[in-house]
Nanobody, 125 residues
Framework: QVQLVESGGGSVQSGGSLRLSCVVS????????MGWFRQAPGKEREGVAA???????AYADSVKGRFTVSRGNAKNTLFLQMNSLKPEDTAIYYC???????????????????WGQGTQVTVSS
């Protein structure tokens, strides 16, 4: 059974930083992409950042230059370093897995097969 567990969420003031982590277990292959998504109250889930098996990365325009996504050496871990946080970054952040080997990482939620439970990030002004 594939499981994704996120950690590292919390509350910070505007301009602060947080680092999210995600660990994947039970996946039967080493070929999969990973991504971070977020969903704010009343809004659709949106892609934030993603990385493929080759460690190519993709970012939403709203977070470019502020967030950095990376995979651990073991490839089953995913990190999101969030700097210069803004109140509009407030959301539940989800980690997700996209099965298979892909030339480029994707930011569209329907492309992903497995999801974590999410971790809350709250940024106050």
């Amino acid at each position: 059974q594939v499981q994704l567990v996120e950690s590292g969420g919390g509350s910070v003031q505007s301009g602060g930083s947080l680092r999210l982590s995600c660990v994947v277990s039970g996946y039967p292959s080493a070929s999969y992409d990973m991504g971070w998504f977020r969903q704010a109250p009343g809004k659709e889930r949106e892609g934030v950042a993603a990385v493929n098996s080759r460690r190519d990365t993709a970012y939403a325009d709203s977070v470019k230059g502020r967030f950095t996504v990376s995979r651990g050496n073991a490839k089953n871990t995913l990190f999101l370093q969030m700097n210069s946080l803004k109140p509009e970054d407030t959301a539940i952040y989800y980690c997700a897995v996209r099965s298979g080997w892909w030339l480029a990482p994707a930011l569209e939620p329907p492309q992903y097969n497995y999801w974590g439970q999410g971790t809350q990030v709250t940024v106050s002004s």
